[in-house]
């Protein structure tokens, strides 16, 4: 018996992740299926979009979207992610661009070995040393210098917007405790964390498997997220600080928002990851195809072809 309606695309008709847009950001809208494609109403009109081209659908604040719509964004391995304005917040995620675990594998082997897991966090520390050795640093030394860099860069930024630094305070629940630059801190590194996190999710690797942090749900956006604090959330919290306006948390989103947008800063976020768990630095996008259905049995010397009778002598 036939199954009624538009067959799904199957592995072999999807393309690769690094050939799909690497996301795409709806709100106000309703969300539906015609045919292949996912189309957009709003009060300007209707745009398609095909579903087998996307990577991440962000779905943002007044969004409806139907069943078949995610049934077919399910077949062609879409992440959808529900999140805040621009893609700012993270409040959940549906499937993911990942059709294997091969980047969620490579993952926990790294962080399961102490000394793999060593190497991956010292890179991470690198990436902050641009042009410094810090390959026979520990981890105790690795977590001092950065604190003394994260302090300097504190420090350039409140010169440079004139306004006194005393240090950064944050005390989880008490946001109003703060004085403004410190909630506009903890303003923009949560937005930040919303974005790193559905960066890492569409992906298909563990967002509590972390190399630096550990023990929370989280470790690894926090990992990924420290990344790019110097060049995001604290330069847009002394920004916001200065300015005359009511809500300076609404202040510092907007700005980092636009930020994201402007760098396509999800796009180097994701080659970011993908570098580090390949841990080299050429351009790993041909080292995973995410696209691949592949369904093996676990060996120790190796993957074996799944959906056979493995029975020695059966033919």
Not at 134 to 139: E, P
Request: with cysteine; glycine share 10%; net charge neutral.
């Amino acid at each position: 018996m036939s199954i009624p309606g538009v067959p799904p695309p199957v592995p072999t008709e999807l393309l690769r992740a690094e050939d799909r847009l690497s996301f795409v950001y709806l709100e106000r809208s309703v969300i539906h299926r015609e045919e292949n494609a996912i189309t957009s109403t709003d009060g300007e009109g209707t745009v398609h979009l095909p579903a087998v081209g996307l990577g991440c659908l962000m779905l943002g604040p007044g969004t409806r979207i139907t069943h078949a719509a995610i049934s077919l964004l399910g077949d062609c391995g879409v992440s959808v992610v529900w999140c805040g304005e621009q893609g700012v917040r993270f409040y959940a995620h549906g499937s993911a661009t990942a059709r294997n675990s091969t980047l969620l594998q490579r993952q926990a082997a790294l962080v399961s070995n102490t000394r793999s897991r060593l190497r991956v966090a010292r890179r991470m520390y690198q990436i902050r040393f641009p042009g410094e050795d810090v390959s026979s640093l520990t981890m105790d030394q690795l977590r001092g210098r950065e604190g003394a860099r994260v302090r300097k860069i504190y420090r350039q930024h409140a010169e440079r917007v004139g306004i006194p630094w005393s240090g950064r305070y944050y005390r989880p629940g008490e946001l109003d405790a703060s004085n403004p630059v410190n909630q506009a801190l903890t303003a923009g590194n949560a937005a930040l964390y919303g974005v790193t996190h559905s960066v890492i999710t569409a992906l298909g690797c563990s967002p509590g498997l972390g190399f630096v942090h550990s023990g929370t749900s989280r470790a690894f956006v926090y990992d990924v997220a420290d990344l790019f604090k110097a060049e995001t959330t604290i330069p847009a919290a002394f920004d916001a600080a200065v300015e005359n306006t009511e809500s300076i948390t609404s202040a510092v989103r907007r700005r980092l928002r636009d930020y994201v947008v402007e760098t396509n800063m999800l796009a180097r976020c994701a080659r970011q990851v993908q570098s580090l768990l390949a841990e080299t630095s050429r351009d790993p996008g041909d080292d995973w195809n995410r696209d691949a259905d592949d369904l093996q049995l676990w060996d120790p010397d190796g993957g074996v072809d799944a959906g056979k009778n493995h029975e020695e002598g059966t033919a």
